[in-house]
């Protein structure tokens, strides 16, 4: 076999990988395809966005990637970070333990949640042709292709036909000293008329030396299905994290795309949102919060391959210190998608002068009778509301955490999630101080914030009610 190079990233590595995981010649060829796009792709495609590449880049070379070959005890793993009421749970160590707690009424429901490696070994039809109709195409962004080529973990949620997940089926993956780098491929896949709340968590525990998480989540949401999915990305300052969310509604459907970012040293993150079928709906929020020297590189597109479709994208950040910010946006409304409805916003705050943000909102229409939309803007702390409220008693602190919280308040306060709408106040509040603190149970969330004297009490043991446990 010919063995082409990019440094540490070779074919005999992706091989290596591949059998190491025992996957079909199929997925093997996929994910060499893969490498070489990402070996020959440059990190911008489109040349309005090539000067602020520099925002976003890094070595990769800086990581190890290799087959996860640790042992994660999560019992351990997970110590401090679970209060033992959750239910309906995705617990990820690292890249290399998976553990599923599913209530007994999700379980008979005929809801699958497994492993990405199971998924390819158990449902080796259909994730064949969800690999060969791939959404975070290898040849349409250099770092999707790195994730195909390199993935080492993931999960796959199956919704069947006219099942409804209401309450969040949460999955929270914990980073503890990685010994390679955690490069996650999941997939959600909901039938006709099937509904789901997802809610995905991004934690550090501790990590003695830099490390990268590579995401990439892709949902497929069938005829009159309701898909919402949240992520919250709280990475440490060692970590660099790349996501790539992908979405493809058919008719009728609606889905909400939540993403939070405040964590990591740079942050690249890519969402396409788009409308395959008529009367499709897609609405997206990205909250960002940057200080000291994070840079943060987004683009968001919203995609109209259908008549009749709706989307919206609102995307609001605050900046501190000398952290810098790109924001990419697009609405692209296809010559077939007759009376599209589109909407794209990002809004920006500066508190520092050595903080930077700029934004770049665009339209791609080829045909008539639609309505698009896109605004953007990045401005400094209004001073005079700060003045209005130092007036007031508050010190200037807590009067600029304030502005910021209210600054948040139009975005946050429309996220369809319940628990990640009420507790990304609570966590971007955290930041302010300096914290990085996670995502609550409503009771314990209003227990801490004072609003209900609510006695948190451990109850049972998450692994004691497993659905499934692979070490």
Not at 114 to 127: D, F, P, R, T, Y
Request: hydrophobic fraction near 40%.
């Amino acid at each position: 076999m010919a063995q082409q190079t990019m440094g540490a990233f070779t074919e005999e590595k992706v091989d290596a990988l591949s059998r190491s995981l025992k996957e079909p010649d199929w997925l093997r060829s996929f994910r060499i395809d893969a490498l070489k796009e990402f070996i020959k792709l440059p990190l911008e495609l489109s040349p309005l966005y090539t000067k602020y590449t520099g925002i976003s880049k890094f070595d990769p070379e800086e990581f190890s990637v290799a087959p996860p070959s640790e042992v994660v005890d999560l019992r351990s793993h997970f110590e401090g970070y679970l209060t033992g009421k959750e239910t309906n749970v995705i617990l990820q160590g690292n890249s290399t333990t998976i553990h599923v707690d599913l209530d007994e009424s999700l379980s008979k429901s005929g809801l699958e949640v497994m492993s990405i490696n199971e998924a390819i070994s158990k449902k080796e039809g259909l994730m064949r042709e969800l690999f060969e109709n791939k959404l975070a195409k290898s040849k349409g962004e250099k770092y999707a292709a790195f994730n195909n080529a390199f993935f080492n973990t993931g999960t796959f949620i199956h919704v069947p036909r006219g099942v409804e997940v209401s309450s969040p089926l949460r999955k929270i993956l914990l980073v503890k000293s990685p010994g390679t780098s955690i490069i996650d491929q999941s997939m959600i896949h909901a039938e006709e008329s099937s509904k789901l709340n997802f809610l995905e968590e991004l934690y550090t525990s501790a990590s003695a030396q830099n490390y990268l998480l590579s995401s990439v989540l892709e949902v497929r949401a069938g005829s009159s299905s309701h898909v919402d999915a949240s992520s919250l990305q709280l990475l440490d300052e060692r970590g660099t994290y790349l996501a790539n969310k992908q979405v493809a509604a058919s008719n009728d459907s609606h889905v909400n795309i939540t993403s939070i970012l405040l964590g990591s040293s740079i942050s690249r993150s890519r969402m396409n949102l788009e409308m395959t079928g008529r009367g499709s709906a897609v609405e997206g929020f990205e909250v960002f919060f940057c200080n000291g020297k994070q840079r943060f590189d987004l683009e968001s597109n919203l995609i109209h391959n259908s008549p009749d479709t709706t989307a919206a994208l609102h995307a609001r950040g605050v900046l501190k210190d000398q952290s810098q910010s790109i924001f990419k946006g697009m609405i692209k409304i296809n010559h077939i998608a007759k009376n599209a409805s589109s909407y794209l916003a990002h809004h920006a705050m500066l508190l520092d002068k050595g903080a930077r943000s700029d934004g770049i909102p665009g339209l791609d229409i080829e045909t008539n009778e639609v309505k698009a939309t896109h605004s953007a803007s990045v401005a400094q702390v209004d001073e005079d509301q700060v003045f209005y409220l130092r007036a007031r008693g508050l010190p200037e602190d807590e009067a600029k955490k304030m502005i910021v919280l209210g600054f948040f308040e139009p975005v946050v306060s429309r996220i369809p999630v319940e628990m990640a709408r009420e507790g990304a106040k609570f966590i971007i509040e955290g930041k302010w101080y300096g914290e990085r603190r996670r995502l609550i149970d409503r009771e314990a969330l209003m227990a801490i914030t004072g609003e209900a004297p609510v006695e948190i009490k451990q109850s049972g043991d998450v692994f004691e009610r497993h659905y499934k446990y692979r070490a």
